[in-house]
């Protein structure tokens, strides 16, 4: 289609409805079944659009008057939200949330996977749906000479200063705020990425939700950090429950928050935080859940659907820092966990050895070589569970999953798409998805988990 041939033109008024969300939360409406995603709008809205910008199969536009609004609609509380690209549904009440995330699942999984028997459930949501984030990374800028540190608008690298973001905790705020006035005091420059001169990237804090506990890790472009033992005095003496102040440089002209090279300043090299009874060690750059009320709500799922009555053998594929293992373990024969990357494995084992957990064995290597030869060595698993990246699995793993041909597969996502298009290789290959359920881990954003029980037939 030419843009001669299109049913709208640029800067055009129009009166639509709004037929859905698409995956990063912009509404849809049809012109001559030509879509146009529209930011902040809702399913079931009458609107005035103004046509900002088309392209060969769709448009943008952008939201002038709702005529009709939703039953779903709200008032974000949020100062900021229309600036800051952190949250896209704060305009959507929690309920409608939490609806719209179980039909994104459902209509996915059907359009990708060609999947219709399967139960998906509604989505477990969080009775506080606000304060959620342990763990807040804020990137440092400067305008006019001073200071800001907050997240990115909508789509561009200006930096929105803020002095609170309400899906954050609370400690978290504040630590970004007592490290900015320290910054401001002792004149450290924001660094900027398109001169690649200055000295503060980011400040990354961790927060123990259990055990109260805080890390702060300063990002640097360089080793120097002017008035170094000052700033380390400061921040100890301003936020009672640091446990550790660490610093990471990352000298790199890359938007990748962490460099290779991280340095303890002051007090311990890790916090500690508990998900359920499982006590977990957090270094700067561990993977650790940062919601972990929801996370142990995904991982109790898991464990039902695992069905595990102490007898089984279970593989733990990309296990990460053994979140899922350890949870398994309590209830398994024995777990086998695999990652690719050397410091998690690492991570792992610290934290079984911390739980004082002896029923797992940990490998680095790829899930697809690493389990062929545990199934050479006569290892045969009753479940496997994966929770792979959101590019899902690689065609080899699940060829490696057909093979060991275990009784059943757990299936943790965080990308309802990948997910569809594995559970759909999976069934072309003598397995079939039972139940979906999804859990809402991250409240106000379009991002949704799952849990998917897929048993062999």
Known sequence: MTKDQLPVEKNQL???????????GAAVAKIDNFPIFVQRGLPGERATIKVVKLKKNYG????????????????????????????????LSYEGQLKHKQKHVRDVLERIGGITNAVVHPTLGMNEPWRYRNKAQVPFGEEEGGLVAGFYAERSHKIIDMESCMIQHEANDEVVQTVKTIAKK????????????????????????????????????????????????????????VKSIVQNINPKRTNVVFGDKTEVLWGEEVIY???GDIKFAISARSFYQVNPEQTKVLYDKALVYAKLTGKETVIDAYCGIGTISLFLAQKARHVYGVEIVPEAIADAKKNARLNHIENVNFAVGEAEKVMPWWY???????????????????????????NMKPDRVVYVSCNPATLARDLKYLAEHGFEAKEIQPVDMFPHTTHVECVALIELK
């Not at 409805?17 to 698409?22: I, R, S, V």
């Not at 536009?61 to 509380?77: A, C, K, N, V």
């Not at 300063?218 to 003496?237: A, D, F, H, M």
């Not at 009753?382 to 699995?393: A, E, L, Q």
């Open 273 to 275: 935080d508990f998900i």
């Open 186 to 241: 002792y004149g450290i420059r924001a660094y900027d990425d398109q001169k690649h001169k200055g000295t503060l990237r980011h400040v990354v804090v961790r927060y123990g939700k259990i055990t109260k506990e805080i890390m702060v890790v300063l990002v640097t472009k360089g080793k120097e950090l002017p008035n170094k033992k000052n700033i380390i005095e400061e921040i100890r003496s301003s936020i009672p429950n």
């Open 60 to 91: 943008f536009g952008r939201l002038m008057e709702t005529i009709e609004e939703s039953q779903h609609r709200t008032e974000p509380p949020c100062p900021i939200f229309k600036e800051c690209g952190g949250c896209q549904l704060q305009h």
């Open 14 to 24: 129009l009166q639509v409805t709004f037929e859905d969300l698409t995956h990063d």
């Open 376 to 402: 050479a060595q006569g290892i045969r698993p009753d479940v496997i569970v994966v929770d792979p990246p959101r590019k899902g699995c690689d065609e080899a793993f699940l060829e490696t999953i057909v």
